[in-house]
C-alpha cells in the first residue's frame, strides 16, 4: 500500500491534523457523549450517512476515529473501527457477517476467550464452528461446508505460537467465496501486514503491544477492502438491503468499506462496544512509539531466547524464530523482522518449579497480559487458559510446566538476572 | 439500481433514494479510473437533499459490465443514451476530473438537455503522460498506486477523514481496484486523445459552476481557472489545501459550494 508517508511517519501523523481553531499539536481528547448539531438539515445528514461526521459517541468519536484512521494507516486498509477491547471487535465483527445458521472454520490453537466465543457462546444464538489444526491447509479446507461464512486464525498462535501459513489460507478462502479473518495481536503491522498475504478482516486487541503500556484496554477491527461481499449471496447482512436507511445497500453504496459500514451502522450502533476517547488518547501514545518499541522487543527476544535457551533449569524453549519450532521455515519468510516477543518455556520440575518462579521473579510481573513495555509472565494452565477442558488444552499446545514470557523493553541484562535469580529458585523448589 | 444499456448490465447509483426521472436530476460522473463510489459524501446527500440523483458506473467500471469506452466522445453520447431510456429530459451534470471533459463536451453537443454545469477539479485538457500509460497496461496496481497517491493533497495523506476511521488512500486504491483490469488505459487513452475541451468550453451557454483544488497535482490549478475564465457564465471556488479528489477530501465545502450554486438557479 502507497502514499508519501512511511510506517514510522504514520504511527506519529497519521489520522489527525490539528484544528485550525486552537492548533492542538496532541491528539485532543474529546471526553464527549454527544454533539451538537448545526441543524436539523445537518442532523438528518448524519443519521442518514449522507455525510461524515459525529453524532454519538457510542457510534464514532473524534479522538476514537483518529485511532481508527491511524491504524488502518498502518495496516494498508480501507478503514477501521475500534472497540472496547479486541473481544469487542472479535465478537462484533463475527456478528456482523454471521446470522444464525452459520458456520466459522477456525484454529483450534489459539487465545481461550477467542475459543470460548466460538465454542460456548455463538452456538446459543445458532452460529457454530470447527476447530482445525491452523497449521493444516488441508483440515481448513476440508472443514469449509456450503454454509461456512469465515475463516478465523491468530498469525502468532497464543500462547502456543503455532504460525499460520498465511498467503496458503488466503487462498483457501478466495477459492471458498468466503473471507479470511485474523486475530494480528501478536504481531502488529509492523511484523506483518496480513493484507499484503491476502488476508481481508483483522483484529488487534490494542491492549497489548500497539497500546503497548498495559494501562488501556482497547480493540479494533480493520477492514482490508479486498473482498467481494457480493461476489456470491452468503453476505446478505453486507450486499443485501439494511433494516433502516431506506434498505441501504452497503456494498453498493460503500463498496470496499462496506464491512466497516455495516459494523458501524449496526454493530456500534445496536451492540455498542465503544471505545472511550480517554482510553483512544492512551493507545495513540503507545502507537507513536510502536516501531521503536517494537525493534527493541525483538532485539531483547533474540538475547532471552539465548540465555533461557543455555540455561540448565529450563527443560525446553519455544519461539518460532528457534531452528527446531515446526513453524521456524515459514516464520523466516513471513516475518523476517520476528516472530513477536511471546516466548514459551518449561522448566525442569514441571508445575512446582514453574510456580516457584513466577512467584520469585522481582522486575517481571506476574499478570494476565502481554505485549506490555514491561516483561511479563503466566502460567497459562492455571490462569488464562483455566477455563479450557483438557482436551483442548493439549490441543491449543499447552502443557502443564508451560511459562509464557512476554519480554518487555528493559536493560534486558536487569531482565536476565531476574530471571537467574528466579530460576534459582525454582531449583530450590525442585530439590525440596 | 440495475439498468441495461445498449444490451449491456450497468449499476447506476441514486444516493439511496428512488429516481424519478421527472425530478431535478443531477447525473454525477467520476474521473479516469475511478466509479460511482468517487461520489460517496455527494451522491447520498444530495438525493435527500430532493434531487433526482444519477451516478452511473460507466463500462467496465464499478458494478458495471461490458468494455471500458474509448473516447469522451462516447462517454457523452453514452450518457445522452442512458438519459434517453430513462426517460430524462433534462440534467444538471457535476463532473469530476476526466468527467469534467464529458461534462463540457455533453453541455456544448446537447445544450438543450444540459441546464448546468459542475465542474470539479477539471481543465478543458488532461493530457497523460507516456510512462503512465504505459504503466496503466504494463503494471496497473503500481499505476493505481502512484495515481492515488498523486490524487490527494497534504493533509489526506495524513488520513484525517470525514467518514470516522476511513482512509484515504487505502480506499482509493481498492476503488481503483474494482474496475475492469483494462479500465484505466481506456480512460488514460480517452482523455489524453480529446482535443476539443476549449473549443467546448467556449461555447457554453449553461449557469457553470467550477470547484477547484488549491493543491491538484492531477489537474493543476492554473489550468482549471484557465477553464472558469474560457465558459461565459462561471462561478469559481477555489478550496485551499486540497488535492485533486476534492469530492471525498472536501465534502462539506464541495456539497455547500453545490448546494449555494442549484439553490440559485
Redesign the interface.
Known amino acids: 500500500m502507497s502514499g508519501d508517508y512511511k510506517f514510522d511517519t504514520l504511527s506519529l501523523h497519521a489520522g489527525h491534523v490539528p484544528d485550525e481553531t486552537h492548533g492542538s499539536r496532541a491528539v485532543p481528547i474529546h471526553q464527549t457523549t454527544s454533539y451538537v448539531f448545526k441543524d436539523s438539515d445537518h442532523a438528518a445528514a448524519l443519521y442518514n450517512m449522507e455525510i461524515g461526521g459525529h453524532l454519538y459517541s457510542r457510534i464514532s468519536n473524534p479522538t476514537v476515529a483518529v485511532l481508527e484512521q491511524r491504524v488502518a494507516a498502518l495496516d494498508g486498509a480501507v478503514a477501521a473501527t475500534a472497540t472496547a477491547s479486541g473481544m469487542a471487535a472479535l465478537s462484533t465483527t463475527l456478528l456482523t457477517i454471521c446470522s444464525q445458521g452459520d458456520h466459522i472454520v477456525s484454529s483450534s490453537r489459539m487465545y481461550g476467550a477467542n475459543i470460548n466465543l466460538m465454542e460456548n457462546t455463538l452456538p446459543r444464538f445458532g452460529i457454530t464452528t470447527s476447530f482445525v489444526d491452523p497449521c493444516d491447509p488441508d483440515a481448513i479446507k476440508a472443514a469449509i461446508q456450503d454454509n461456512t461464512k469465515l475463516i478465523f486464525g491468530e498469525v502468532i498462535g497464543n500462547p502456543g505460537l503455532d504460525i499460520m501459513d498465511v498467503e496458503k489460507v488466503a487462498k483457501i478462502a478466495d477459492e471458498a467465496g468466503i473471507p479470511l479473518i485474523l486475530d494480528c495481536t501478536f504481531n502488529t503491522p509492523w511484523l506483518l501486514k496480513p493484507i499484503d498475504l491476502g488476508a481481508n478482516i483483522i483484529i488487534h486487541s490494542l491492549t497489548k503491544w500497539m497500546g503497548g503500556h498495559g494501562i488501556a484496554i482497547g480493540g479494533i477491527a480493520v477492514d482490508a477492502g479486498n473482498f467481494d461481499w457480493g461476489r456470491n449471496d452468503k453476505f446478505p447482512t453486507i450486499a443485501g438491503p439494511h433494516y433502516s436507511m431506506n434498505g441501504i445497500n452497503f456494498y453498493e453504496e460503500f463498496g470496499p468499506a462496506a464491512f466497516t459500514a455495516r459494523f458501524r451502522a449496526e454493530g456500534m450502533y445496536n451492540l455498542g462496544p465503544s471505545l472511550s476517547p480517554t482510553n483512544a488518547f492512551h493507545i495513540l501514545q503507545g502507537l507513536e512509539t510502536l516501531p521503536l518499541r517494537m525493534q527493541r522487543h525483538m532485539e531483547n527476544t533474540a538475547k532471552m531466547l539465548e540465555f533461557l535457551g543455555n540455561h540448565e533449569g529450563v527443560a525446553w524453549v519455544r519461539h518460532p524464530n528457534l531452528p527446531d519450532h515446526p513453524g521456524h521455515e515459514l516464520a523466516k519468510k513471513m516475518l523476517p523482522r520476528g516472530a513477536g516477543s511471546i516466548i514459551v518455556f518449561g522448566l525442569k520440575g514441571g508445575r512446582d518449579a514453574g510456580r516457584a518462579f513466577i512467584e520469585s521473579v522481582d522486575l517481571a510481573s506476574h499478570l494476565a497480559n502481554v505485549g506490555d513495555a514491561k516483561t511479563l509472565v503466566i502460567h497459562p494452565a492455571s490462569t488464562t487458559h483455566s477455563h479450557i477442558s483438557a482436551e483442548a488444552m493439549i490441543e491449543g499446545g499447552l502443557s502443564d510446566d508451560m511459562i509464557r514470557l512476554s519480554v518487555g523493553l528493559e536493560d534486558i541484562d536487569d531482565i536476565i538476572a531476574d530471571f537467574k535469580q528466579g530460576l534459582k529458585a525454582a531449583s530450590r523448589a525442585t530439590k525440596a | 439500481m440495475k439498468h441495461v444499456l445498449h444490451g449491456t448490465k450497468i449499476?447506476l447509483?441514486t444516493g439511496?433514494?428512488d429516481f424519478d426521472p421527472a425530478g431535478d436530476v443531477l447525473v454525477m460522473l467520476h474521473g479516469s479510473g475511478q466509479?460511482h463510489?468517487s461520489w460517496?459524501?455527494q451522491?447520498?446527500?444530495f438525493a435527500?437533499q430532493g434531487h433526482s440523483v444519477l451516478v452511473p458506473d460507466f463500462p467496465g467500471h464499478?458494478?458495471s459490465e461490458g468494455t471500458p469506452l474509448e473516447t469522451i466522445e462516447d462517454m457523452a453520447a453514452w450518457i445522452i443514451d442512458l438519459l434517453d431510456s430513462l426517460s430524462v429530459k433534462t440534467a444538471c451534470i457535476v463532473g469530476h476530473s476526466q468527467g469534467c471533459l464529458v461534462s463540457i463536451e455533453l453541455a456544448t453537443r446537447y445544450p438543450d438537455r444540459i441546464t448546468h454545469l459542475v465542474l470539479i477539479a477539471g481543465a478543458m485538457a488532461i493530457p497523460v503522460n507516456e510512462v503512465l500509460l504505459d504503466m496503466s497496461e504494463q503494471a496497473l496496481e503500481k499505476a493505481i498506486?502512484?495515481l492515488?497517491?498523486f490524487g490527494h493533497g497534504p493533509?489526506a495523506?495524513?488520513?484525517?477523514?470525514?467518514?470516522?476511521?476511513?482512509?484515504f488512500?487505502?480506499?482509493g486504491?481498492?476503488?481503483m481496484?474494482?474496475n475492469n483490469r483494462n479500465a484505466l488505459k481506456a480512460d488514460f487513452t480517452a482523455c489524453n486523445n480529446y482535443s476539443n475541451g476549449r473549443a467546448a468550453a467556449a461555447s457554453i451557454s449553461q449557469p457553470t459552476l467550477c470547484i477547484l483544488a488549491h493543491k491538484d497535482r492531477n489537474t493543476p490549478l492554473k489550468f482549471g481557472k484557465m477553464m472558469a475564465e474560457a465558459i461565459n457564465d462561471c462561478t469559481l471556488e477555489i478550496i485551499k489545501n486540497a488535492g485533486h479528489m476534492l469530492p471525498v477530501e472536501r465534502?462539506?465545502e464541495v456539497?455547500a459550494a453545490m448546494r449555494t450554486f442549484l439553490g440559485n438557479r
Open positions: 449499476h447509483a439511496g433514494r466509479n463510489l460517496i459524501l451522491s447520498r446527500h435527500h464499478g458494478l498506486a502512484m492515488t497517491s493533509e495523506h495524513k488520513y484525517d477523514h470525514s467518514l470516522p476511521g476511513h482512509s488512500i487505502g480506499f486504491e481498492r476503488l481496484a474494482v465534502p462539506l456539497n
